[in-house]
T-cell receptor, first 112, second 115 residues
Framework: TQLLEQSPQFLSIQEGENLTVYCNSS?????LQWYRQEPGEGPVLLVT?????EVKKLKRLTFQFGDARKDSSLHITAAQPGDTGLYLC????????????FGEGTQLTVNP | DTGVSQDPRHKITKRGQNVTFRCDPI?????LYWYRQTLGQGPEFLTY????????KSRLLSDRFSAERPKGSFSTLEIQRTEQGDSAMYLC?????????????FGPGTRLTVT
């Protein structure tokens, strides 16, 4: 059973379009992190959210943590080909130490 | 570059052989983690250390797997009698507590192929 469900699994869009990736769970997380991963490389940390309802912005990327700290979303405005990659959400639960539970990822392709 | 480093980046081995991977964390980070990632999946937790103490191990870490962090700095992950199902990307991460969370920073990974 996947504790974190990401949707969609695959997304192919044209440059300039907007998109949203969702990360949902029935469990409460003490913090949630978003990563981006290129083929053959390790995940690169984009942002950490810890407070229910928190919104963080990173240039054209907007991250939101749900009020109940069970879900999160990543919104990209005016996507560019350089945004192409695997986007992973990962949550840490207070009862499981600091280990991260990852979603399966969303493979984003932005076509020029 | 002061990020997490892993060695080797790629390893091809025959079934039944032993392999060892090394991870050097970011120098001031006291926690070090190992994850495994198979194609099309997110990383899965294997184990983690706080300084030299191994605090948690996943059920995925069978008795063929052993990890050490002898001086609280670098860590090694050894797989004995490798099986084809061990083929995966092995990722190391390190962290330091900031506020209410531990932000984990990953290395580039070691890609293991068992033939």
């Amino acid at each position: 059973t996947q504790l974190l469900e990401q949707s969609p699994q695959f997304l192919s869009i044209q440059e300039g379009e907007n998109l949203t990736v969702y990360c949902n769970s029935s469990s409460v997380f003490s913090s949630l992190q978003w990563y981006r991963q290129e083929p053959g490389e390790g995940p690169v940390l984009l942002v950490t959210v810890v407070t229910g309802g928190e919104v963080k912005k990173l240039k054209r990327l907007t991250f939101q943590f749900g009020d109940a700290r069970k879900d999160s979303s990543l919104h990209i405005t005016a996507a560019q080909p350089g945004d192409t990659g695997l986007y992973l959400c990962a949550g840490a639960r207070e009862t499981s130490g600091s280990r991260l539970t990852f979603g399966e990822g969303t493979q984003l392709t932005v076509n020029p | 570059d002061t990020g997490v480093s892993q060695d080797p980046r790629h390893k091809i081995t025959k079934r039944g052989q032993n392999v060892t991977f090394r991870c050097d964390p970011i120098s001031e980070h006291n926690r070090l983690y190992w994850y495994r990632q198979t194609l099309g999946q997110g990383p899965e937790f294997l184990t983690y250390f706080q300084n030299e103490a191994q605090l948690e191990k996943s059920r995925l870490l069978s008795d063929r797997f052993s990890a050490e962090r002898p001086k609280g700095s670098f860590s090694t992950l050894e797989i004995q009698r490798t099986e084809q199902g061990d083929s995966a990307m092995y990722l190391c991460a390190s962290s330091l507590r900031t506020g209410y969370s531990y932000e984990q920073y990953f290395g580039p990974g070691t890609r293991l192929t068992v033939t």
